[in-house]
T-cell receptor, first 113, second 112 residues
Framework: KAGVTQTPRYLIKTRGQQVTLSCSPI?????VSWYQQTPGQGLQFLFE???????NKGNFPGRFSGRQFSNSRSEMNVSTLELGDSALYLC????????????FGPGTRLTVL | KQEVTQIPAALSVPEGENLVLNCSFT??????LQWFRQDPGKGLTSLLL?????REQTSGRLNASLDKSSGRSTLYIAASQPGDSATYLC???????????FGEGTQLTVNP
């Protein structure tokens, strides 16, 4: 069974631009979550999508948004990029129960210049 | 607000040594606790998941324990190998849904 895939793996953008990251969950998984990892703040939860609906949201500004499609693939969008948005963005998928394991993708490394 | 702390922040040991990584959390009302490893620049690999009703889980040379009442978990690695070198992260899930709160990790180096 294929794991969680994320595209692209690396991105370089400039301040003020916007970016869209993509995540394909493990087949059959209905929940997709996004996390931001930085050296200073560690891993922080962005949001979760389940069956195309946002179920939970972390403490990030409205510039960070996402969506999920009917095939469970998810996209994350960041508008008006700032230098501080440079980070590794990780996507995780799980079946959807409350107690199941989360599986992470390899991440997208975003650099904002 | 849940806070997760991992001690030590870094650990260097010779190959073959048994070692323990520690994780503590401030709110004991958790659904489960998960241990991950992360290699440099890579994503997270799930190692063990302990449900709130369980005391421990084992996988190969890894054993994780959970004491919910005291807000502590430990990851025991037996007979460490250089390939175990990585950052180890623990994360707790408090509510329904996927939201995990992570510790800052323990960077482990196993020297040949």
């Amino acid at each position: 069974k294929a794991g969680v895939t994320q595209t692209p793996r690396y991105l370089i953008k400039t301040r003020g631009q916007q970016v869209t990251l993509s995540c394909s969950p493990i087949s059959g998984h209905r929940s997709v979550s996004w996390y931001q990892q930085t050296p200073g703040q560690g891993l922080q939860f962005l949001f979760e999508y389940f069956s195309e609906t946002q179920r939970n949201k972390g403490n990030f500004p409205g510039r960070f948004s996402g969506r999920q499609f009917s095939n469970s693939r998810s996209e994350m969008n960041v508008s008006t990029l700032e230098l501080g948005d440079s980070a590794l963005y990780l996507c995780a998928s799980r079946l959807g129960g409350n107690t199941d394991t989360q599986y992470f993708g390899p991440g997208t490394r975003l650099t904002v210049l | 607000k849940q806070e997760v702390t991992q001690i030590p922040a870094a650990l260097s040991v010779p190959e073959g040594e048994n070692l323990v990584l520690n994780c503590s959390f401030t709110d004991s009302a958790i659904y489960n606790l998960q241990w991950f490893r992360q290699d440099p620049g890579k994503g997270l690999t799930s190692l063990l998941l302990i449900q709130s009703s369980q005391r421990e889980q084992t996988s190969g040379r890894l054993n994780a324990s959970l004491d919910k009442s005291s807000g502590r978990s430990t990851l025991y690695i037996a007979a460490s190998q250089p390939g175990d070198s990585a950052t180890y992260l623990c994360a707790v899930k408090e509510t329904s849904g996927s939201r995990l709160t992570f510790g800052e990790g323990t960077q482990l180096t196993v020297n040949p």
